[in-house]
C-alpha cells in the first residue's frame, strides 16, 4: 500500500482549520485524505469544529453545543470562512475523508448521513472513544473505522480490536516499535500524527507506518522520497 498523506483539518498550518477553504487547499495540494472534526450544534446540526467550543477558532465565545447552527454560522471562522456542516464538506471536496466523531451522540447524526448518502467507501470514521468506534461500526454496515489515541501503550491494540477498528491513529510523541509490531500482527493499519518536520516524516518511514496526519501539505511532496 502507498504511503498516505492526510490533511489535518484540511491543511491547518496554511489555512484556518476546518473551514471549507482548507478541505479545498488540501485535496489542491493533492493529499491522500482530509480529516476533520465533527460536533453537534444545540438544535442537532452536523458542524465542523475540532474544540467543543468557538473561543479559540471564531470570534466568537462559548461551547458549541449550546448555539444553534445559525448562531454558528454568524461567527468568523478564519479569513472570512464560516463553520462549515458535515454535508458541505463532502460537496466541496472530492477526496476521502476521515471523520473524527466526539461521542456516541455525534456518531449517530454521521451514520445517518452516511447511510442516506452511501458513504461508507469514502468515509473513515475515528474518535478517541472507544465506545463512539464501536457505536458507528454498529450503526453503518461496511464502514471502516479508526481508533485515535494519544497517551498509550500496548493495549491500545487490543482496545482498537475490541472497538472493530481497522486503523489506529497514534501520537508519534509515544510510539514505540513494540506497539506498531504489535498492530501488524493484529493486521491494523497504522497512521502517525501529527508529522510535521522531515525528522518526524523519517521517523514514521523508518517504522514502517502507512501514513501520516499531517498540518502541512509540503509532507505530501516529500514522502515518498523519505525513507
Known amino acids: 500500500m502507498n504511503f498516505l498523506t492526510i490533511g489535518h483539518r484540511g491543511v491547518m ?54 448555539k444553534t447552527l445559525a448562531e454558528l454560522r454568524a461567527l468568523d471562522a478564519g479569513r472570512g470562512e464560516r463553520v462549515p456542516v458535515f454535508e458541505e464538506v463532502l460537496d466541496a471536496v472530492d477526496a476521502p475523508l476521515q471523520a473524527e466523531i466526539k461521542d456516541v451522540a455525534a456518531a449517530h447524526a454521521l451514520a445517518e448521513v452516511m447511510i ?48 472493530g477498528a481497522s486503523t489506529l491513529v497514534l501520537n508519534i510523541r509515544r510510539i514505540t516499535l513494540e506497539v506498531v509490531e504489535r498492530a501488524r500482527a493484529a493486521d491494523l493499519r497504522v497512521i502517525g500524527w501529527t508529522v510535521n518536520t522531515q525528522d518526524q516524516l523519517r521517523l514514521v518511514r523508518a517504522l ?12 505530501k511532496r516529500t514522502g515518498r522520497f523519505t525513507a
Not at 37 to 46: E, I, R, T, V
Not at 49 to 56: I, N, P
Open 13 to 66: 498550518g496554511v489555512e484556518p482549520e476546518n473551514t471549507l477553504r482548507s478541505f479545498v487547499a488540501a485535496q489542491q495540494a493533492g493529499l491522500d485524505l482530509i480529516e476533520l472534526d465533527l460536533h453537534l450544534s444545540k438544535d442537532g446540526a452536523l458542524v465542523v469544529m475540532h474544540d467543543a467550543d468557538v473561543d479559540r477558532t471564531t470570534d466568537g465565545s462559548g461551547p458549541i453545543a449550546e
Open 116 to 163: 442516506r448518502r452511501e458513504l461508507a467507501g469514502r468515509v473513515e470514521v475515528s474518535s478517541f472513544h472507544d465506545e463512539a468506534v464501536a457505536e458507528i461500526g454498529r450503526l453503518v454496515p461496511g464502514v471502516r473505522t479508526a481508533l485515535i489515541a494519544g497517551r498509550y501503550g500496548p493495549e491500545v491494540v487490543r482496545r482498537a480490536l475490541d472497538a
Open 208 to 219: 514502517g507506518l502507512d501514513g501520516a496526519t499531517t498540518d502541512y501539505p509540503d509532507i
